[in-house]
């Protein structure tokens, strides 16, 4: 009789792969538990002394400067990731399916600023703004926004169409269905898991961006990032902790969210 | 639509007038090919792969322009329309559906795009979700239907715009060989019950002879010969088609004699063969002319074999060879020869497994064999290519 192959047990042993994997772990979620645990210190100081939810109404209730920039990144997130994707798609329909001048060119610098260094956006950005005379606010925070967000949706959307079969569009078109037609009815919903990633991860690097958006910013057009920023000079609030673990709340919901919405796409795609 | 009675042709005949088509890197698909298909046809494109039948079909489509040359619909040049002002349908090699949209809403695409009432639409779709029986997988999505029932939701999509004509890019390609052979049999069917124009796309010599009206044989981006089944197998034109159709065996051959016989109102020409180290009798509609070279070939399973000579039952003008059998190879229905003949040159016979034709016992490996032939059942090729 032949021996069943030997495959390494995954008993709860310390091995060495668990202690590697409960090590990485620990380092990589223990600032979060302790944000979270901090956030529910009566004390403003490191020492854990009576839970309170003190800072969690202060958050709510007598703290307007963060509501506005909270409100700044949210807008600016929803726009430029709106803008982006839009844009994004459409180019890469372009890129991938229609005949045109300079089409390599395009598509290669297309992905330039994912792959420029931050800080070179940035300043390059600060001085075309003020080169043309747009004066530095939520607007411009936007346009630069929408700049860095566009490589990722390229990419995302072009490698769902690497799998999209070309006969599909001209069948839809050989059935008496306009360009236009056939973008909105076939295409986009062929690719609609694609877009929805773009969309949730173009959020995402709005919200949280902070050196861009540090170069482009003017008065009152503070983001949350900014704000975050400029208040732990002057030492950690509590305040900014209560934030903080409010904040992992809510993009744990979005991700698991976003999880079951791609996988009843994908049950039916 | 249940009727014996053939439905009347319907749809437009399709002519192609000298389409030129060459592409950037200076490949030409199609070298000025001309061809007129008629009203109700089921027309077959036949070629190997490259030969320029897709891009023929693409063009007739809307999918692909030609550099020179019209194709009409009718009277009426199409050229200048886009694919969904013309009124033909596509049927994919690859299917083609909608990923996202049911086999129901995938054959209802087009009627409502036309924004055709709701309950109209309804009975269009149920008609032809039943010309193709799909009756039981109306709800269900493309991703969990089998290559066979895609293929038919494609076919059914396509004809409910009532097109003028059909076009199928390989429709049955990626099959499996039993399905392909049912699926063609109904896609014959449907060709009989709506009656429109039908141009096949196919490289496959045999699905190509079983159901059309007419072959278009192609190669190299030009048409080598038009003609029904019967006249590509029995009559074709160069030795690429003799070759392409069938198996054949095919030699090089000079015109020794040529005069016409009264009887059989057909010229009897000898011609001799180097590589069969003969002068053999061949028959032809056309009188060709002493000491030209030509190609001669036969159909395999025109040839008959024997062990004995005596056996041999062909009359006048037979011709006759010997040599032994140097590969026998069994296929169920018939078997396979490969004949070595005295000079080493090896001709292939095949032989129906049947008793009525009392041609004594089986044939072996080494047997030595007499093979011969009439002079009506080879031909004479006139181009090469």
């Given at each position: 009789m032949r021996k069943a192959k030997y495959y390494p047990s995954r008993s709860s042993r310390l091995t060495y792969s668990n202690i590697v994997l409960i090590l990485t772990l620990f380092f990589l979620f223990i600032p979060l538990v302790v944000v979270a645990i901090y956030s529910f210190n009566e004390d403003k100081g490191t020492t854990f002394t009576a839970f309170s939810l003190k800072w969690y109404k202060e958050l709510f209730t007598s703290s307007p400067d963060l509501w506005i920039a909270f409100g700044n990144s949210v807008l600016i997130a929803l726009t430029s990731s709106f803008t982006a994707t839009l844009l994004g798609t459409l180019a890469a329909i372009g890129i991938k399916w229609y005949q045109f001048k300079g089409k390599t060119y395009i598509s290669t610098i297309s992905y330039m600023p994912m792959i420029l260094p931050e800080v070179i956006i940035g300043i390059s950005m600060l001085i075309f703004f003020s080169a043309v005379n747009i004066p530095l606010g939520k607007f411009t925070i936007y346009i630069a926004h929408t700049t860095f967000n566009l490589p990722f949706v390229l990419m995302l959307v072009s490698s769902r169409l690497d799998d999209f079969d070309y006969s599909i569009v001209e069948a839809a078109r050989d059935l008496g269905a306009s360009e236009v037609k056939t973008l909105t009815k076939v295409v986009v919903p062929s690719i609609v898991p694609a877009v929805m990633s773009s969309l949730l991860i173009t959020i995402t690097m709005s919200l949280e961006d902070f050196v861009i958006t540090f170069f482009v910013s003017g008065p009152g057009s503070s983001t949350l990032p900014l704000y975050i920023y400029s208040s732990i000079r002057y030492g950690v609030s509590p305040l900014i902790n209560a934030l903080s673990f409010i904040m992992i709340i809510g993009i744990m919901l979005m991700t698991i969210i976003f999880k079951k919405f791609l996988k009843t796409v994908a049950a039916s795609a | 639509m249940e009727s014996l009675v053939a439905t009347p042709k319907k749809g437009v005949s399709v002519t192609v007038k000298d389409i030129t088509r060459e592409y950037e890197d200076g490949f030409k698909a199609l070298d000025e090919v001309s061809m007129k298909i008629e009203k109700g046809e089921?027309?077959?494109?036949?070629?190997?792969?490259?030969?320029?039948?897709?891009?023929?079909?693409?063009?007739?489509?809307?999918?692909?322009?030609?550099?020179?040359?019209?194709?009409?619909?009718?009277?009426?040049?199409?050229?200048?329309?886009?694919?969904?002002?013309?009124?033909?349908?596509?049927?994919?090699?690859?299917?083609?559906?909608?990923?996202?949209?049911?086999?129901?809403?995938?054959?209802?695409?087009?009627?409502?795009?036309?924004?055709?009432?709701?309950?109209?639409?309804?009975?269009?779709?149920?008609?032809?979700?039943?010309?193709?029986?799909?009756?039981?997988?109306?709800?269900?999505?493309?991703?969990?239907?089998?290559?066979?029932?895609?293929?038919?939701?494609?076919?059914?999509?396509?004809?409910?715009?009532?097109?003028?004509?059909?076009?199928?890019?390989?429709?049955?390609?990626?099959?499996?060989?039993?399905?392909?052979?049912?699926?063609?049999?109904?896609?014959?069917?449907?060709?009989?019950?709506?009656?429109?124009?039908?141009?096949?796309?196919?490289?496959?010599?045999?699905?190509?002879?079983?159901?059309?009206?007419?072959?278009?044989?192609?190669?190299?981006?030009?048409?080598?010969?038009?003609?029904?089944?019967?006249?590509?197998?029995?009559?074709?034109?160069?030795?690429?088609?003799?070759?392409?159709?069938?198996?054949?065996?095919?030699?090089?051959?000079?015109?020794?004699?040529?005069?016409?016989?009264?009887?059989?109102?057909?010229?009897?020409?000898?011609?001799?063969?180097?590589?069969?180290?003969?002068?053999?009798?061949?028959?032809?509609?056309?009188?060709?002319?002493?000491?030209?070279?030509?190609?001669?070939?036969?159909?395999?399973?025109?040839?008959?074999?024997?062990?004995?000579?005596?056996?041999?039952?062909?009359?006048?003008?037979?011709?006759?060879?010997?040599?032994?059998?140097?590969?026998?190879?069994?296929?169920?229905?018939?078997?396979?020869?490969?004949?070595?003949?005295?000079?080493?040159?090896?001709?292939?016979?095949?032989?129906?497994?049947?008793?009525?034709?009392?041609?004594?016992?089986?044939?072996?490996?080494?047997?030595?064999?007499?093979?011969?032939?009439?002079?009506?059942?080879?031909?004479?090729?006139?181009?090469?290519?």
């Open positions: - | 089921f027309f077959s494109l036949l070629g190997p792969s490259g030969c320029g039948k897709t891009t023929l079909l693409r063009i007739i489509a809307g999918f692909d322009s030609p550099d020179k040359g019209e194709v009409l619909f009718d009277d009426k040049n199409i050229l200048s329309l886009p694919p969904e002002k013309r009124s033909s349908n596509t049927v994919f090699q690859t299917y083609a559906l909608f990923p996202h949209l049911s086999v129901y809403d995938n054959i209802a695409f087009p009627l409502k795009l036309k924004k055709i009432p709701k309950n109209q639409i309804d009975k269009m779709v149920r008609k032809y979700v039943s010309l193709v029986q799909l009756d039981e997988h109306i709800h269900k999505k493309p991703n969990m239907l089998s290559g066979g029932q895609k293929q038919r939701v494609a076919i059914a999509r396509a004809l409910i715009n009532e097109p003028s004509v059909l076009l199928l890019d390989e429709p049955l390609s990626a099959l499996d060989a039993k399905l392909r052979q049912n699926l063609l049999v109904e896609l014959d069917e449907i060709h009989d019950k709506v009656g429109i124009t039908f141009i096949y796309v196919t490289h496959d010599q045999a699905e190509a002879l079983s159901v059309s009206d007419r072959i278009a044989v192609m190669n190299h981006g030009r048409v080598l010969q038009i003609g029904t089944p019967y006249e590509i197998y029995e009559a074709p034109a160069t030795d690429f088609v003799a070759r392409f159709i069938g198996e054949t065996n095919i030699f090089d051959c000079t015109v020794l004699s040529s005069e016409y016989d009264e009887d059989s109102q057909e010229y009897i020409i000898k011609v001799s063969v180097p590589s069969l180290a003969a002068d053999i009798w061949v028959t032809d509609y056309e009188d060709q002319e002493v000491g030209s070279h030509l190609q001669f070939t036969i159909r395999p399973e025109k040839i008959q074999i024997v062990l004995s000579e005596e056996r041999v039952s062909l009359g006048h003008h037979r011709n006759l060879f010997h040599g032994i059998v140097k590969e026998p190879v069994y296929s169920g229905f018939q078997s396979k020869f490969y004949v070595e003949l005295d000079n080493k040159t090896i001709v292939k016979v095949f032989k129906q497994h049947t008793t009525y034709l009392d041609e004594g016992p089986e044939i072996e490996w080494k047997d030595s064999v007499a093979i011969a032939w009439r002079a009506v059942d080879g031909y004479l090729v006139k181009e090469k290519d």
